[in-house]
């Protein structure tokens, strides 16, 4: 449920906050007031397209937030798989801020990404304006609300279709790309089998780089390394003019002769034959290292070589053998798919057609739990549309099978059909309906897609394009019922529909020598009487008015209580 707006600096709104309640919000104002800023600010706050002049004038940010209470345990789970923390207090605060043509948003005090904004959005609440009006009419979202409407029944068949539709796109795929001009077979199978042999004859083993590579590092540098190696032996132990070994060699002879008198000149004696026995070890493999560097210039030229002969193999093939081998399986696979190539093609062919039958076979499962839904919903939709005033509405959803029309989301075409006289044939929807006829549609769907949809929260902008009188009446009390079981907002220049309000709110605009601005408060006590005789009859308001809007809500009242 939304609990409250609070908008800053956006258009005409310098500062206004509202607290909403449950079940029926309803908003009024004069024409041009704003009424559509509060729809717009809440579309704003949820990811909306923020335009460069929405800053109010004078002003260099914007800002919205809005509160909503995730009460279900269907909203919390979805807030969850989202990383989107709900406190004990199940409260979902979501704020946009909009400054120099940029914005940021913020869920819960975290900045989340304008998908994730979205995707936490439609779980919390639906909006409806013109533009689903114009969306009913595409043929394409007629089976997207009917695969809404029937919900789990459709799930599993819906992503079996998609998994088998996509393996047959590769098969089919791989059918077009395949070669069968002879002379381009012929170089492609040159090529392939030049590159197989390339791979294949430099028996590489892996690890293989690693070692190269550091034999030739080693070879490379060893006249350096075998420099350096005999500095440190001569230092050690063959230098003419004295060396490490003969120095301690003399400190350990001089000792030798007080050796068993005193401890502590027996513990260095200890230590010095240590260090004596270590530069031996020493000086052994100094010396081994560098008999290791002793090598011919013909063994380097062979190390040399290899290394340029997998570097060559890597550039061509991939950054690792491991890569090379995989690249040389793939060649060897389509090579051999090359040299046995009608084979190979009647073989995909076989594959796509068995493909085709387990595609189709998805695509009738998935038709026929389309076909039961839709039965189930046109009679829903009948239903819903006579309680809005359709006296002799005929509806009739469509679904057909089309085995040529093949697509992830099956082979279905579906249409909403409608007959809104008695003796008329069913029509498409999109030819029949005016935009009054439109509305009432929509609502009718919105009613019986709620049930389906688990969202607290429902918001109509326009809802009451093209109606009046009776058909009005029919419209508030069914806005009036489906509030009985979530929350629903919405904007209204109708008389009959503001009296059904448990929760009216007025939108007004003042303005002075310099400025404008536009604030929205909720109506107390005898206010919504007034502001239903203003709808009913405009600036000039007579005391027959009030009575008459007396007795509307009055009536509303008796119709909320009796339901």
């Known amino acids: 449920m939304l609990i409250s707006e609070k908008v800053k600096n956006l258009a005409l709104i310098k500062e206004a906050e509202t607290e909403f309640g449950s079940g029926l919000n309803i908003i009024t104002g004069e024409t041009g007031a704003g009424k559509s800023l509060v729809i717009g600010s809440v579309e704003l706050a949820l990811g909306g397209k923020a335009k460069s002049d929405i800053v109010r004038h004078g002003e260099e940010e914007a800002s919205v937030e809005l509160v909503f209470e995730a009460s279900t345990d269907h909203e919390r789970e979805e807030m969850a798989s989202l990383d989107i923390d709900v406190e004990d207090d199940a409260l979902v605060i979501m704020t946009r801020k909009i400054r120099d043509g940029r914005s940021t948003a913020k869920i819960n005090g975290n900045t989340v990404n304008a998908s994730i904004l979205k995707k936490a959005a439609s779980v919390l609440i639906d909006i409806h304006g013109q533009r689903d009006q114009m969306g009913l009419l595409a043929k394409r979202n007629m089976c997207r609300i009917l695969d809404r409407y029937a919900g789990e029944a459709v799930n599993e068949p819906l992503n079996k279709v998609g998994e088998h539709y996509k393996k047959y796109r590769e098969i089919e795929d791989e059918i077009a790309q395949d070669i069968s001009d002879p002379d381009e077979l012929k170089r492609r199978q040159d090529l392939l089998s030049f590159e197989v042999s390339e791979i294949e004859k430099a028996e590489l083993e892996t690890g ?159 038709s026929e739990k389309r076909t039961d839904a839709a039965s189930k919903l046109q009679k829903q939709m009948k239903e819903a549309m006579c309680d809005l005033n359709f ?6 959803i469509a679904v057909k099978a089309d085995p040529d029309s093949l697509s992830s989301n099956g082979y279905d075409t579906v249409a909403f059909l409608i007959s809104l006289n008695k003796g008329e044939k069913l029509m498409p929807l999109e030819d029949v309906a005016s935009g009054g006829e439109l509305s009432r549609i929509m609502l009718a769907l919105k009613t019986v897609l709620a049930d389906t949809d688990d969202i607290s929260t429902l918001i109509f902008d326009e809802i009451d394009t093209g109606i009046s009188g009776r058909t009005a009446e029919k419209v508030a009390e069914k806005l009036s019922v489906l509030a009985r079981s979530r929350q629903v907002i919405a904007i209204t220049h109708l008389p009959q529909i503001a009296a059904m309000a448990d929760h009216h709110f007025v939108i007004e605009k003042t303005s002075d020598d310099s400025s404008t601005e536009t604030s929205v408060r909720e109506l107390k006590g005898d206010e919504p009487v007034e502001e239903l005789s203003r709808l009913l009859s405009g600036s000039k308001v007579t005391d027959a008015v009030r009575e008459n809007a007396k007795e509307m809500l009055a009536f509303a009242k008796k119709f909320k209580t009796n339901k």
């Open 391 to 396: 006296e002799n509405v005929e509806f009739e």
């Open 208 to 366: 293989e780089d690693e070692e190269i590579e550091g034999r030739y590092s080693l070879m490379k540098n060893s006249r350096k390394i075998a420099e350096s190696l005999s500095e440190a032996l001569g230092a050690l132990s063959e230098n003419a003019g004295g060396n490490v070994s003969d120095y301690i060699g003399k400190a350990s002879e001089s000792l030798s002769s007080v050796q068993g008198i005193d401890d502590k000149t027996d513990s260095i004696i200890s230590r010095i034959s240590e260090v004596e026995a270590l530069v031996g070890d020493l000086s052994i493999d100094i010396g081994d290292a560098l008999r290791s560097m002793d090598f011919s210039e013909e063994e380097f030229a062979e190390v040399e070589q290899r290394l340029d002969l997998i570097n060559h193999l890597k550039s061509k093939y991939g950054k690792t053998i491991e890569d090379i081998y995989e690249t040389l399986e793939e060649k060897q696979a389509e090579l051999e798919k090359i040299e046995d190539h009608d084979n190979y093609l009647e073989s995909l062919k076989a594959k796509l057609e068995e493909e085709k039958g387990v595609l189709l076979k998805a695509c009738k499962e998935l």
